[in-house]
T-cell receptor, first 113, second 113 residues
């Protein structure tokens, strides 16, 4: 039973399109995150949601918007996709205490052509 | 600017040998320092979490140490196995402010039989 699951695993799309990546966690965690891992494997946090409130918003383009319908889900919407958006996007979740373990999903490899 | 530097960038060892990975950081004050293992094509998995007051944490064959005075951490892997081949990422979360974690670029470890 997967703790943090993302869909789709692979996403190939054309420039200018709008796409969404879904994330669900069944751990009962309060906080969920989105990370971007570039081609050089460098991870960087994009967003964090705690009880439906955005508490971290790294300097990402406003074409990216996280949406959390409930505590178990944090979806990532991307508008007007650009070539530079190609990367692996990871969803993660953790408990309220920032010193607790974070659990990551398997990642979504986004390729913009 | 908060930075996390990891060394070496890559490491090749023989199965059964021990190795030590290094992490130097400038984040101060910090809330916690984490080590993650990321297998190719998978999401990161937490190995250890240390708060600023801890100086060692073990997880099976993995032992992390922390010297808050010199702002250095190390991850020691004992009796390496082929399955240890992965990228090891050091992450430091500051205390206060927006708590945005800073990621190192990782050390790529290859264990040969």
């Amino acid at each position: 039973d997967t703790a943090v699951s993302q869909t789709p695993k692979y996403l190939v799309t054309q420039m200018g399109n709008d796409k969404s990546i879904k994330c669900e966690q069944n751990l009962g965690h309060d906080t969920m995150y989105w990370y971007k891992q570039d081609s050089k494997k460098f991870l960087k946090i994009m967003f964090s949601y705690n009880n439906k409130e955005l508490i971290i918003n790294e300097t990402v383009p406003n074409r990216f918007s996280p949406k959390s319908p409930d505590k178990a889900h944090l979806n990532l919407h991307i508008n007007s996709l650009e070539l530079g958006d190609s990367a692996v996007y990871f969803c993660a979740s953790s408990g309220r205490d920032r010193n607790t373990e974070a659990f990551f999903g398997q990642g979504t490899r986004l390729t913009v052509v | 600017k908060n930075q996390v530097e990891q060394s070496p960038q890559s490491l090749i060892i023989l199965e059964g040998k021990n190795c030590t990975l290094q992490c130097n950081y400038t984040v101060s004050p910090f809330s916690n320092l984490r080590w993650y293992k990321q297998d190719t094509g998978r999401g990161p998995v937490s190995l250890t979490i240390m708060t600023f007051s801890e100086n060692t944490k073990s997880n099976g064959r993995y032992t992390a140490t922390l010297d808050a005075d010199t702002k250095q951490s190390s991850l020691h892997i004992t009796a390496s196995q082929l399955s240890d081949s992965a990228s090891y990422i050091c992450v430091v979360t500051p205390s206060g402010g927006s708590y945005i974690p800073t990621f190192g670029r990782g050390t790529s470890l290859i264990v040969h039989p």
